[in-house]
């Protein structure tokens, strides 16, 4: 899943979209006109932004707006 372009907010544009990979959304934002998702990934901070990446909001990236699972506390 690859939601940034060195370290910025670009679609998925290779290949079909399988697989798949758990990462928590802990928040959102916009840069510049664009929307995006702040996600915590589960690999080690010195990848991505610290540990997190972003992904644009509202075009379902990697079905990232589709397939949501959360838990009860």
């Not at 060195?6 to 934002?29: E, F, M, N, Y």
Request: glycine share 18%; net charge negative.
């Amino acid at each position: 899943m690859d939601g940034t372009s060195k370290w910025g907010l670009s679609p998925h544009t290779a290949g079909p979209q399988v697989g798949g990979h758990a990462v928590k959304v802990i928040g959102w934002g916009k840069e510049g006109d664009v929307p995006y998702w702040l996600i915590a990934n589960s690999w080690h901070s010195d990848w991505g932004e610290n540990g997190y990446f972003r992904m644009i909001r509202g075009i379902n990236n990697c079905g990232i707006e589709e397939d949501v699972v959360a838990g009860l506390v």
